[in-house]
């Protein structure tokens, strides 16, 4: 599977590798050669902590590198009327008798705690492309499913603060 990601999400990434070879990479291996001169490593704490955060580093890197390498690129341009990436959505669940704010984001800056739902989510597929008042159908499995309304579209920008999730 390929993850869609915008051309601010690569650039994100290669800001965060960039920084990872650069500094944090010098600074695990420091912490790993500081703790080796401790001598005895089959108790050295530390000795083992180091390891592990400059295994996790490099793991980080590789991680992202392969997202980039694997991407599809999406646009952020949609139609003023239509739900489109980066856009901010109230949407109202019928079920629920309640309306909700989210923003569709890419995959790696999703996060259901903050309503950033990604393209790929059941609700992100269902209200992708759709105009306000359009009553769209979310297909969460084979057995079940809900409506949802388009009540308002605000087309914000990636201004750049949400996250990329750490995986």
């Given at each position: 599977m390929h993850?869609?990601?915008?051309?601010?999400?690569?650039e994100k990434m290669e800001a965060e590798i960039e920084h990872r070879k650069l500094v944090v990479r010098k600074e695990a291996l420091e912490d790993v050669k500081e703790a080796r001169a401790q001598g005895d490593l089959s108790e050295?704490?530390?000795y083992k902590a180091a390891k592990k955060f400059k295994?996790?580093?490099e793991s980080r890197i590789r991680y992202l590198e392969k997202m980039i390498?694997?991407?599809?690129?999406?646009s952020e341009d949609s139609p003023e009327?239509?739900?489109g990436m980066n856009n901010?959505?109230?949407?109202y669940f019928e079920e629920d008798d309640v309306t909700e704010t989210y923003k569709l984001v890419?995959?790696?800056r999703s996060n259901s705690l903050k309503n950033l739902i990604s393209r790929e989510s059941p609700l992100g597929a269902a209200i992708f492309g759709h105009k306000v008042g359009d009553r769209c159908e979310v297909h969460v499995n084979d057995n079940y499913s809900y409506f949802v309304q388009i009540k308002?579209?605000?087309n914000t920008m990636d201004d750049g603060t949400d996250e990329l999730r750490k995986f």
């Open positions: 993850d869609e990601l915008t051309k601010k999400d690569i050295n704490f530390e295994n996790e580093n390498k694997t991407a599809v690129i999406v009327d239509e739900v901010t959505v109230d949407i890419t995959t790696v308002r579209i605000v």
